[in-house]
Nanobody
């Protein structure tokens, strides 16, 4: 069983930075990829960034050049470094893990609010 716990969400001014963390427990060798999704009020949940077990990364066009996803296998943690934040980045951010078996796991979410 995989469990995911996000942290790092906060209120930040436009142009500021935040780093989100996702700590996962369980067998990381069963996980194909981990990613961050976000959901703004009244909108669908969308992929923000993804990193595979091989280290390949994928980003949504809207965050390319501003956000960086990384993983620390020793700490069983995935990070999302968010720079030059914009009000439209405001959302609940969810950590996701995709297993080789096809199962998907979700964290509870962490709120990011970008506002002056």
């Amino acid at each position: 069983q995989v469990q995911l716990v996000e942290s790092g969400g906060n209120l930040v001014q436009p142009g500021g930075s935040l780093r989100l963390s996702c700590a996962f427990s369980g067998s990381r060798f069963s996980i194909y990829a981990m990613g961050w999704y976000r959901q703004a009020p009244g909108k669908q949940r969308d992929l923000v960034a993804l990193i595979t077990s091989g280290g390949t990364t994928t980003y949504a066009e809207s965050v390319k050049g501003r956000f960086t996803i990384s993983r620390d296998n020793a700490e069983n943690t995935v990070y999302l470094q968010m720079n030059r934040l914009k009000p439209e980045d405001t959302a609940v951010y969810y950590c996701n893990a995709r297993a080789f078996s096809g199962e998907a796991y979700w964290g509870q979410g962490t709120q990011v609010t970008v506002s002056s």
